[in-house]
């Protein structure tokens, strides 16, 4: 008989052990999962806010995320809790620049805390979200004749400081307070080097020595950002 | 008398013997718990699958698309042979909305895993879904 208590009792005890690392592997999933879900939402909304949308959608995107999360985990007390970055230059988590010096940056940033127990595991873990999508644009031309110039731009499209591909490129140039998107009538060409490096050349008649110009992207993520610069005469 | 008494001892010692055999006889030809070591990794094998396929926002896209055969293409090819699935993706408000079944077969009388997932799109108007993927050994 007390070989038998025995023998149920080490079973017992096996398979308590064995539910414990299951609990701990698929928690350690349930977090990446986490996240994973978390990077999606600010990459979501920073694309939303980026190309017009109001800057609130970013809190009520994480709002609704946060909700949702709580809800999943049946097994014990689950709570995603989110800050939005207010140190400058983040204003509720964003920041977008958008310069004149050939600079321009859209980007998010949320700090995440995750807290679960249950009757075995408690998990306490702080993360955060950073998204940001860099353009830089330098600019030069060459007076062809009169007032027609041959102008050259080179972008570089960044994802979180890593080059990237852009979804969409839109080069604008200034002529008097009018931007005008250069077209096949201004032998408007763009070479993709495959590494986040594009550069855009065309023919205009400017009669400013001041050549102005713009390059409007989307990245792969749907992120919109813009960047302006002076064009330097060669 | 005591002949009498010697008997009964006798008999109940064999009773024990014959409890405590028929008890391993049992034990041995039906294992009382299923194999949950072959359940864990079932369910590990079908969370990191959609981690996998939800990495760069492909499994959200493919959602709200509905493309439902490119998310069962997806899964027959991030899941081992010999792995039967069934997935189910719910709204925010847990409605169901695959409007066709994902699964690559039949999970009825298997001893099968549930593995739930939360996933986010990334695109213009965030949307949220919950996926529940039920997974079985086939062999």
Not at chain 2, 46 to 67: P, S, V, W, Y
Not at chain 2, 101 to 118: C, D, H, K, M, P
Request: proline share 2%.
């Amino acid at each position: 008989m007390a070989s038998l208590l025995l023998s149920a009792q080490l079973y017992i005890l096996d398979v308590g052990k064995i539910t414990g690392e299951m609990e701990s592997n698929s928690l350690n999933d349930f977090v990446l999962a986490l996240k994973l879900g978390s990077r999606h939402v600010i990459v979501g909304s920073l694309a939303n806010i980026s190309n017009g949308g109001q800057s609130s959608n970013l809190a009520s995107n994480l709002q609704r995320w946060s909700s949702l999360v709580s809800k999943q985990y049946q097994f014990g007390k689950s709570v995603l809790n989110y800050t939005l970055n207010e140190v400058a230059p983040y204003s509720s988590g964003i920041w977008i620049y958008w310069g004149t010096n050939g600079t321009g940056i859209s980007s998010a940033y949320a700090n995440f805390t995750y807290k679960l127990s249950d009757r075995a595991v408690n998990i306490d873990q702080s993360y955060f979200v950073n998204i940001t999508t860099t353009v830089f644009i330098t600019s030069s031309y060459q007076t062809i004749s009169g007032d027609t110039k041959q102008v050259n731009v080179t972008i570089n499209v960044l994802n979180d400081a890593e080059p990237a591909l852009a979804k969409q490129i839109t080069i604008y140039y200034k002529l008097s307070d009018s931007w005008l998107i250069p077209n096949a009538t201004n032998n408007y060409t763009i070479a993709d080097y495959g590494n986040g490096t594009y550069i855009a050349s065309f023919v205009a008649n400017i009669p400013s020595q001041s050549v102005e110009v713009s390059a409007h992207v989307i990245d792969q993520r749907e992120i919109y950002v813009q960047a302006n610069a002076t064009s330097i005469q060669v | 008398m005591f002949d009498q008494r010697g008997q009964i001892r006798i008999i109940e010692a064999f009773l024990a013997i014959a409890v405590i055999f028929s008890v391993l006889l049992i034990s041995v030809t039906f294992p009382s718990s299923p194999n949950l070591e072959r359940q864990k990794s079932l369910a590990n094998l079908g969370t990191q699958a959609l981690i996998k396929l939800d990495t760069n926002g492909t499994l959200g896209n493919l959602i709200m698309q509905e493309n439902w055969t490119t998310i069962k293409q997806a899964l027959d090819i991030l899941l081992p042979t010999g792995v039967s699935f069934n997935l189910t993706v719910y709204d925010e408000n847990m409605q169901p909305i695959n409007s066709q079944t994902i699964q690559n077969s039949n999970l009825l009388g298997r001893e099968a895993v549930s593995v739930q997932y939360i996933c986010a799109t990334q695109n213009l108007n965030v949307q949220f879904f919950v996926l529940r993927l039920q997974l079985a050994w086939t062999r």
